[in-house]
């Protein structure tokens, strides 16, 4: 969902852009013609360091995509497996493990938030991070405190400097802190090679990569060991899927996550992880922080398990009574 706080993208120019953009450069064209309604796209909107607008062109792809499986009456998973070679040798499982988000600067704060994970079944955490090391070793211990045996990553969302960012990596690493997500803003490219060269922990890009060519640019420089993927930064399906495939082929690390995807982003990002092999817990905290559903069927967690939608295109059923409540 866009958030003037996440990127430049709002709702209101993601509307704009739609209704301005997108919409009449999509009249016409043939929706199972794949690759002339990206080229399209992408004729449409210029570039920003790479593809422009991406949260308003993810909302268009996954439309496209839904409207492409239910006329074909299949999944995105399953087109997605009879168009790429990569795809088709994967297994998709029937449900993402999830994470629980802690983002706090209270301890006190953080063992309620962790009290409440462990009360609905939560064992794994992405742990938001930066400015402050000292803090922010504190903070990861006591998720380690709480979850001795889960999978714990941290997320600065851009906020260190160099060197906040070299003294937390290795007290980070010694508490079994898997990842670090982006340490700097995606221009920093100088202290993700120094940060990297240190070799504390991997490397994760997120805010960076907005497309395969970020990432080829980036791994071929070195700057990372992985990305931390997330659907609507990427464009929507389309691109993501490319990604995964390519992270896959040369062996770099996938992890993933999303922007508190409400449902329908939720269930196309449910089916990306399944049908992209995803090994390791996703930080999709939608069912965390949201409340209310538009879908006949809502996505419900059980435990820490979230089942992947199965129905044609993103899988999900919209319930329009549901929908119109919410609009008025």
């Known amino acids: 969902m866009p958030s003037h706080r996440w990127s430049y993208e709002t709702p209101e120019t993601v509307r704009s852009t739609i209704d301005l953009y997108y919409g009449p450069a999509l009249m016409g064209a ?6 002339d309604l990206a080229d399209r796209l992408k004729r449409a909107v ?7 607008h991406p949260v308003a062109r993810a909302a268009i792809d996954l439309a496209l995509w839904d409207l492409r499986g239910r006329r074909q009456g299949a999944s995105f998973v399953e087109l997605w497996r009879q168009e790429s070679g990569v795809a088709a040798r994967r297994t998709p499982p029937p449900a993402v493990t999830l994470s629980w988000t802690i983002n706090t600067d209270n301890l006190a704060e953080a063992e309620a938030s962790l009290l409440e994970a462990g009360r609905r079944g939560f064992r794994h955490f992405n742990v938001k991070v930066s400015p402050d090391p000292r803090f922010d070793v504190e903070l990861c211990r006591a998720v380690r405190r709480a979850s001795p045996d889960g999978f714990i990553w941290c ?8 060197d906040g960012a070299l003294a937390a990596a290795p007290r980070l690493a010694e508490l079994g802190i898997a990842a670090m997500e982006q340490p700097f803003p995606a221009n ?6 120094r940060l990297r060269a240190q070799r504390a922990l991997p490397i994760l890009m997120d805010e960076s990569i907005v497309s395969c060519r970020d990432f080829d640019e980036f791994y071929r420089l070195g700057l990372l ?8 930064r990427m464009g929507g399906l ?18 993933a996550s999303g922007l508190t995807d409400p449902d329908l982003s939720l269930a196309a990002t449910l089916q990306l992880f399944s ?9 999709l905290n939608a069912p965390q922080f949201l409340t ?5 069927a809502p996505l419900e967690p059980q435990g820490d398990q979230l089942a992947v939608p199965t129905g044609p295109g993103l899988g999900v059923e919209i319930d329009m009574e549901k929908l119109t409540q919410f609009s008025e």
């Not at 049908?275 to 930080?283: C, E, H, R, S, V």
């Open 155 to 162: 997320d600065a969302n851009t906020g260190y400097d160099l």
């Open 46 to 52: 210029g570039p920003g360091f790479s593809t422009g």
């Open 292 to 296: 209310g559903s538009i879908l006949k």
């Open 275 to 283: 049908g992209g092999g995803l090994k390791l817990p996703a930080a």
């Open 188 to 193: 920093q490219l100088e202290n993700f090679h």
């Open 225 to 232: 060991d992985g990305v931390a993927m997330k659907l609507s």
């Open 30 to 35: 043939d929706v199972d013609d794949p690759v």
């Open 238 to 255: 389309t691109e993501a899927a490319r990604l995964i495939d390519r992270l896959e082929e040369v062996g770099a690390l996938f992890y």
